[in-house]
T-cell receptor, first 113, second 112 residues
Framework: SQQGEEDPQALSIQEGENATMNCSYK?????LQWYRQNSGRGLVHLILIRSNEREKHSGRLRVTLDTSKKSSSLLITASRAADTASYFC?????????????FGKGTHLIIQP | DTEVTQTPKHLVMGMTNKKSLKCEQH?????MYWYKQKAKKPPELMFV???????INESVPSRFSPECPNSSLLNLHLHALQPEDSALYLC???????????FGPGTRLTVL
């Protein structure tokens, strides 16, 4: 079953602009992750934020988490053409074991040169 | 080596064929996963192996049969598939209890 709902489903911006994607989820979580997927290939892990964190940065990425609203956002600053991809939020129940991830529907981001 | 490899990259099979997908990692991860992804949809979990034992089966039809021969290798045996099983099949690995999963490039399966 799908955990998250992402919006927008598609986003097209000019190179150099910032891109913001949102994700909402339904159940309580230990952490929330963001992954990128280029053209139907494998997913690449971008960043993880734990349930006791509110904000996290990694390079041009900024993730926020609001557990009271069960939502997260991913901000990509100073976008580049290479950022064109699909972005998924994902949650897992990992409390020490191996649990699969439940992905949101994803945002398809297009960076116009 | 931080790579998960999957073979073949593409596979076309008839509904009566038997084929296998292969996934390999040499990162020492003891959890491995199969996901199925239809076009323009998110990946959906199929199976989880932890320490070479099947720990999660997300009610996957028996025409999909996973196997984990050792800690580095994960197979997905396919038999009597249906055209609606056509999808991208993704393998991933992680440490049990670890959060980040490492994905392979996937096998694009077409069932005729």
């Amino acid at each position: 079953s799908q955990q998250g709902e992402e919006d927008p489903q598609a986003l097209s911006i000019q190179e150099g602009e910032n891109a913001t994607m949102n994700c909402s989820y339904k159940t309580s979580i230990n952490n929330l992750q963001w992954y990128r997927q280029n053209s139907g290939r494998g997913l690449v892990h971008l960043i993880l934020i734990r349930s006791n964190e509110r904000e996290k940065h990694s390079g041009r990425l900024r993730v926020t988490l609001d557990t009271s609203k069960k939502s997260s956002s991913l901000l990509i600053t100073a976008s580049r053409a290479a950022d064109t991809a699909s972005y998924f939020c994902a949650t897992g129940d990992s409390g020490g074991g191996a649990d699969g991830l439940t992905f949101g529907k994803g945002t398809h981001l297009i960076i116009q040169p | 080596d931080t790579e998960v490899t999957q073979t073949p990259k593409h596979l076309v099979m008839g509904m009566t064929n038997k084929k296998s997908l292969k996934c390999e990692q040499h990162m020492g991860h003891r959890a491995m996963y199969w996901y199925k992804q239809k076009a323009k949809k998110p990946p959906e979990l199929m199976f989880v192996y932890s320490y070479e034992k099947l720990s999660i089966n997300e009610s996957v039809p028996s025409r999909f049969s996973p196997e984990c021969p050792n800690s580095s290798l994960l197979n997905l045996h396919l038999h009597a598939l249906q055209p609606e099983d056509s999808a991208l099949y993704l393998c991933a690995s992680s440490q049990p209890g670890g959060d980040e999963q490492f994905f392979g490039p996937g096998t694009r399966l077409t069932v005729l």
